[in-house]
């Protein structure tokens, strides 16, 4: 993971005055919802979802999962991940501390509940960057505030040249990816959304209009719309 560091979900310190947005988000007085992202390993999720966390006006916040995973070099503990062992992981998920949780890849992730509730209750959307085992948990549990999209790379063999260009993990580790890839790519009928990333900023202006048409549905608009309806039926 590689998001934009402000704009995680630990210390965003933004004021609500900040948060209205060109979406009108805080204006229509809407519940916020879960977008996930989710996609083999090298599809480009993380990619996007930093570009995404780039677009200000857009105003998401990041879920920073927790992990077992070894930090790779680029990475910053509490920023892209929270690294923490597997006892301080079995911890977490057994006092019931992780909305979802899965082992990916020979280690496990899991997201922290709390700071995503916080975030929800003030009406701001929260982008997750989880596996499809974590997206069917978070779906059974609030479906109608989740909102998934399921990245495909163009080829196979785009995924693999992705996965060594990026050059982050070690051969065994690529292959061990690839291997897992098939079985992801599988999974795309249980998502809302499938977008083919070939050129980043297609993919990019495709995510952006899911996420304005997200956010103007009416079962999210209902509180704050039905206060400026009533004043449009007082008007003569
Ligand atoms: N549309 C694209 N065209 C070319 N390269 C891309 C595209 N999207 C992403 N990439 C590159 O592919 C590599 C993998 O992307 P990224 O790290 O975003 O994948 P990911 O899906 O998050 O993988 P992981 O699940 O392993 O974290 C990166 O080097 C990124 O710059
Ligand atoms: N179910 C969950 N999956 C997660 C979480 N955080 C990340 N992930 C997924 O794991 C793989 C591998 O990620 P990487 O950073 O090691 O490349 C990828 O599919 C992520 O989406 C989580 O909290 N829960």
């Not at 966390?53 to 927790?66: F, N, R």
């Not at 006092?95 to 949780?101: D, H, I, S, V």
């Not at 003030?122 to 989740?146: H, N, S």
Request: overall charge neutral; some cysteine; proline content about 4%.
């Amino acid at each position: 993971m590689h998001p934009d560091e402000d704009r995680a979900i630990q210390g965003t310190g933004r004021d609500a005055d900040d948060a209205k947005d060109l979406l009108g988000r805080n204006d229509a007085g809407r519940r916020g919802f879960m977008l996930i992202l989710s996609s083999p390993s090298g599809a480009g999720k993380t990619t996007l979802t930093r570009m995404l966390l780039q677009t200000k006006e857009l105003d998401l916040t990041l879920s920073i999962s927790v992990t077992t995973r070894p930090r790779r070099s680029s990475e910053v503990d509490g920023i892209h991940y929270t690294f923490i062992t597997r006892k301080q992981f079995e911890a977490l998920r057994d006092g019931g501390e992780l909305l979802e949780w899965a082992e990916v890849h020979g280690n496990c992730y899991g997201t922290p509940r709390e700071p995503v509730e916080k975030v929800l209750a003030q009406g701001r959307d929260v982008l997750f960057d989880i596996d499809y085992q974590g997206t069917q948990q978070v779906k059974q549990k609030t479906a109608e505030d989740v909102v998934t999209i399921f990245i495909l790379p163009p080829s196979m063999k785009e995924l693999r040249a992705r996965l060594e260009r990026r050059a982050e993990d070690p051969p065994e580790v690529i292959a061990k990816r690839l291997e897992n890839a098939r079985n992801e790519i599988r999974r795309w009928t249980q998502y809302d959304y499938v977008l083919v990333n070939r050129d980043l900023q297609t993919t990019f202006s495709d995510l952006f209009a899911i996420l304005t048409a997200e956010r103007r549905r009416a079962v999210r608009l209902k509180a704050g719309i039905g206060a400026f309806v009533e004043e449009l039926l007082r008007e003569s």
